[in-house]
């Protein structure tokens, strides 16, 4: 893999994490972690795309973890509004009152900037390579994407749906998608990526 390449997708997940770490601190609330997860894929996707072989492939990558990274930011966003600080956030902040400034750097931003960069190596792998246009793998490719990122987004809404009904308390979401798989929006999500 390209070097040069991998520095700068990590300089990119790097930057992204670090503002939203910045910014929740400005704000106490280190669930912005959630919401900046999407947008880091879609900085590092461009980032390598820029400082790379700027082959169709990789344009065609970075143009669908873009629609992927502002979907799963935007839900995360729209389900979160209201409802202050995550629960998991909050048990840490408790933990360490006075350090979780730091803390949070650490083991929630930084960490999620490092799977983020881990999990892209295919991006950095595609920006390293010296190919000009997109082949039938890559069609096929975009094609096995579209089907995880309908499972995903179909998941999510159906999810939504189900939590904000009345009649569904205290029962276990078993329709739609759900009826297949226990968690269609993470099976999507591994199957896109």
Known sequence: MDASVSLVAATAALAVMGFTWLASLAVRDAS???IAWGMAFVLIGWACYLAGDRSGAMLLAACLVTVWGFRLAIHI?????GHGEDKRYQAMRAKRPK??????LF???????????????????????????IGILSWLGAAVFVVGFGFEAIGDAQLKAFVNDPSSKGQVMDRGLWRYTRHPNYFGDATLW
Do not use: H
């Open 77 to 81: 966003g729209r389900r979160n509004l």
């Open 107 to 133: 083991t929630v931003f930084i960490l999620q900037g490092a799977l983020a960069l881990i999990i892209s190596a295919p991006f950095q792998s595609l920006g390293a390579q010296d190919s000009e246009s």
């Open 32 to 34: 912005l972690a959630d």
């Open 99 to 104: 350090s979780f400034w730091i803390t949070s």
